[in-house]
């Protein structure tokens, strides 16, 4: 049976998928992957649909698998080895049985993922394999748990490589404004927009608190804020008027008021930002937002074609036996 | 304030249903009964709803239908019917409740009480035979607000937080009840203990409340309170007549 042992798990670490969409009126927001285009680009990677689920972690991990599996890299460039050999993030790689996989975090971005050719056959709960800490959905990943694996159909794929476009160094973060930003006073809604932000050791799955100089963005009347429906990206001010970004896994209802919201194509700015990262804001229209849109599929197909096999040099192939030399001309995006 | 109700955007895939800018139960059964409406309608291109205390939240495909269409739906569906104001009475769930009382079961059923100006015994009493409503499901999955009780019960949050209520606890504040579905700091004053499972991933229905449900918490003993340890649902029973 093809299964992963996982060896060592640093805090935090947990399966996502794309998370569980349609519970909200009952409280439970849809969770899942902080940064959802890391976890796209391993699909697009593996030749895997949306569907598929990855090892989210921000703190590293060590593996290895019973049966030889692709391996797939993305998010958060981690240091990587397999068998204490260097090799890329971004990227595919083979895992053969015994190898050990480790990855640990190397300073830049937040979230690693890690995902295998063979998707992870664990049963779903609400229809995603997704743990929800915050909902006590699942838990986090831990040293002797055995994960079971489907089979790798396509093993012989030639290794691909990725250079998706920096998201790990903060920078300006698009929002638009929302139903409760009419709190806000012109000139706090301004200074808002004007103010460098760093992203707080204060952050997690739930949400991230960020950090500023200067005097606090209070809201007018903000007690009289009836509590809300309250959606991932919102940009919500605590009874001190600090910035806390609500993400995957935040409540869904809320009684502090919203200055308005990150659109979702930007939220992986903030889950990648690590502690100390600046981050500010550019508002935009709701037709501006709408223009840079693109459904998840979409993305997934984009992503598919940027893969590029991987050019090495042989005599950096150890296992160069392994590999199909002649017929392995596939690029992944077919169709 | 605009005038109510009004549609608003929230975020880049949906748009707010305000029926109130502060909480009011003619404007959360509004909320309650629109959410349904809308969810019977399928309208083109919406993907979900939910219902905060006073407003509806739709979130829609931004590929499968306009912004202006989906308005334009919404608007009309507004205007089909006046929301604050039913024609016949809703026919909502009732679940009864077993709960225990005071004690340690419910720590500050003295002090809530007392800021009630009332008996411990009339508080029990009135807390147990007011018939409340789940005005929203937030906070935790499954988790609860219910409302109103009698305007007496207006009182305010602790100044200072309970480090931890255990799950199933009832606790009080502004006219209000939560039941906490799991162990939580809180800053409302807890008055008794329930075992009713409020969200069990493993069970068919995973949640056991839906906004508009209405709830009694009947007073049980200790002892019949100890036997309920048995049954999955808490003693908690389902009665389909409002």
């Known amino acids: 049976m093809a299964h992963l042992s996982i060896l060592q798990a640093g805090p935090n670490t947990t399966l996502q998928d794309l998370g569980r969409a349609g519970f909200l009126k009952y409280g439970l927001s849809r969770g899942g992957a902080m940064d959802r285009l890391s976890l796209l680009e391993a699909a697009a990677l593996l030749g895997a649909g949306l569907d598929m689920a990855a090892i989210e972690t921000p703190t590293g991990l060590r593996a290895s698998v019973g049966v030889a599996q692709r391996v797939a890299l993305t998010g958060a460039p981690m240091r990587a080895e397999i068998d204490g050999r260097a090799i890329g993030w971004n990227a595919t790689h083979l895992l053969m049985p015994g190898e050990v996989l480790t990855v640990r975090p190397s300073g830049q971005g937040v979230y690693g993922y890690i995902a295998f050719g063979g998707g992870f056959d664990v049963p779903r709960q609400m229809g995603s394999v997704a743990a929800h800490l915050g909902a006590r959905l699942g838990r986090a990943l831990e040293a002797g748990d055995v994960l079971d694996l489907g089979e790798d159909r396509d093993l012989a794929a030639p290794p691909l490589v990725l250079r998706p476009e920096s998201r790990f160094s903060g920078g300006a973060v698009r929002m638009v404004t929302g139903p409760q930003t009419g709190h806000y006073s012109a000139e706090t809604f301004a200074r808002f927009t004007e103010t460098r932000f760093a992203k707080s050791g204060q952050a997690n799955r739930q949400a991230a608190l960020l950090e500023y100089a200067g005097e606090s963005f209070d809201a007018q009347n903000a007690l009289g804020v009836v509590s809300d429906v309250i959606v991932p990206g919102d940009i919500q001010m605590s009874g001190a008027g600090e910035p806390y970004v609500l993400m995957a896994e935040c409540q869904t209802i809320g009684g502090y008021p919203r200055i308005g919201a990150i659109i979702p194509q930007d939220l992986p700015i903030v889950a990648q930002a690590s502690q100390g990262t600046e981050l500010w804001f550019q508002v935009i229209s709701l037709d501006e937002a709408d223009a840079v849109h693109l459904p998840q599929r979409a993305i997934l197909r984009k992503t598919r074609d940027i893969c590029e096999p991987m050019v090495r040099s042989p005599h950096d192939i150890a296992n160069l036996l392994s590999y199909q030399l002649i017929s392995g001309a596939v690029t992944g995006d077919e169709e | ?242």
């Open chain 2, 1 to 242: 304030m605009s005038k109510m109700p009004d549609i608003a955007p929230l975020g880049t895939e949906g748009y707010l249903v305000r029926f109130a800018d502060k909480l009011d139960d003619a404007a959360n059964r509004g909320v309650i009964s629109f959410a349904a409406a809308l969810e019977a309608a399928d309208l083109p291109g919406v993907r979900e709803v939910t219902t905060a205390l006073a407003s509806v939240f739709v979130r829609f495909d931004v590929e499968a239908v306009s912004r202006a269409g989906l308005v334009a739906a919404l608007g009309e569906l507004l205007d089909s019917r006046d929301w604050l104001h039913p024609a016949e009475a809703e026919r909502p769930r009732l679940w009864r409740v077993p709960t225990l009382y005071g004690g340690a079961a419910g720590p500050q059923l003295k002090e809530a009480a007392d800021l009630a100006g009332v008996s411990e015994e009339v508080a029990v009493r009135e807390l147990s035979q007011t018939r409340v409503r789940v005005l929203a499901l937030g906070f935790a999955p499954g988790q609860p607000y219910l409302g109103m009780l009698p305007a007496h019960w207006d009182i305010g949050r602790l100044t200072g937080l309970t480090p931890q209520v255990p799950a199933g606890a009832l606790v009080v504040a502004v006219r209000q009840f939560v039941l906490f579905a799991n162990p939580s700091p809180t800053g409302w004053r807890q008055v008794g203990l329930t075992k009713i499972p409020l969200f069990n991933v493993n069970a068919a229905e995973p949640f056991a409340l839906q906004a508009g449900d209405e709830l009694l918490f009947d007073p049980v003993s200790e002892n019949d309170f100890a036997l309920l340890e048995t049954d999955n649902m808490g003693g908690a029973k389902l009665e389909e007549a409002g």
